[in-house]
T-cell receptor
């Protein structure tokens, strides 16, 4: 089945530094979703990107969908300790979200 | 009010036992899911249900039997538990083609 590769697996930053996680696919994606899971918590939906080249912002978070719809990124500006957690991208197989396939996630830790 | 609630939060049981996890959503969503998260945090789909009907069964051993009595509930029964079943099980729900709302998870430990 379709898979999304997510890098890096881990990222440790100093508070105030920026952070980016990338999601790549060998095939065209119909859409991509991003989730955040705090340590000991459950995944929380952040955003869905559908259009080629789409860019969406949520405060310090910027999400991009590549022009070819084969990659996506999540960028956090000036990280805070509250940003700690694992960030997952996920894609709906066959254009349907009945089966959302998750990347392996990027664990972000922030040194205060 | 919790949007997607699953019980129990923790479950410790011996190999060979049968156990159930319950899930309820009050969001009015048509679709519900079970996901398994292993020790490496990998999230893998197990089942999808749409309006009480099974849509996706992702090659899960038939010891796992989901049941959806109505579209607000999706329970998971597991027979003859094995050590490898230890994981966190998440229930989720969604509107069609939109983001999932996950429950807080059930940490299953088989000893």
């Amino acid at each position: 089945g379709q898979q999304v590769m997510q890098i890096p697996q881990y990222q440790h930053v100093q508070e105030g530094e920026d952070f980016t996680t990338y999601c790549n696919s060998s095939t065209t994606l119909s859409n991509i979703q991003w989730y955040k899971q705090r340590p000991g918590g459950h995944p929380v939906f952040l955003i869905q990107l559908v259009k080629s080249g789409e860019v969406k912002k949520q405060k310090r978070l910027t999400f991009q969908f590549g022009e070819a719809k084969k990659n996506s990124s999540l960028h956090i500006t000036a990280t805070q300790t509250t940003d700690v957690g694992t960030y997952f991208c996920a894609e709906g197989s066959g254009g349907s979200n009945y089966k959302l396939t998750f990347g392996k996630g990027t664990l972000l830790t922030v040194n205060p | 009010d919790t949007a997607v609630s699953q019980t129990p939060k923790y479950l410790v049981t011996q190999m060979g036992n049968d156990k159930s996890i319950k899930c309820e959503q009050n969001l009015g969503h048509d679709t519900m899911y079970w996901y398994k998260q292993d020790s490496k945090k990998f999230l893998k789909i197990m089942f999808s249900y749409n309006n009480k009907e099974l849509i996706i069964n992702e090659t899960v051993p038939n010891r796992f039997s989901p049941k959806s009595p109505d579209k607000a509930h999706l329970n998971l029964h597991i027979n003859s538990l094995e050590l490898g079943d230890s994981a966190v099980y998440f229930c989720a729900s969604s509107e069609f083609n939109y983001g999932y709302t996950f429950g807080s998870g059930t940490r299953l430990t088989v000893v």
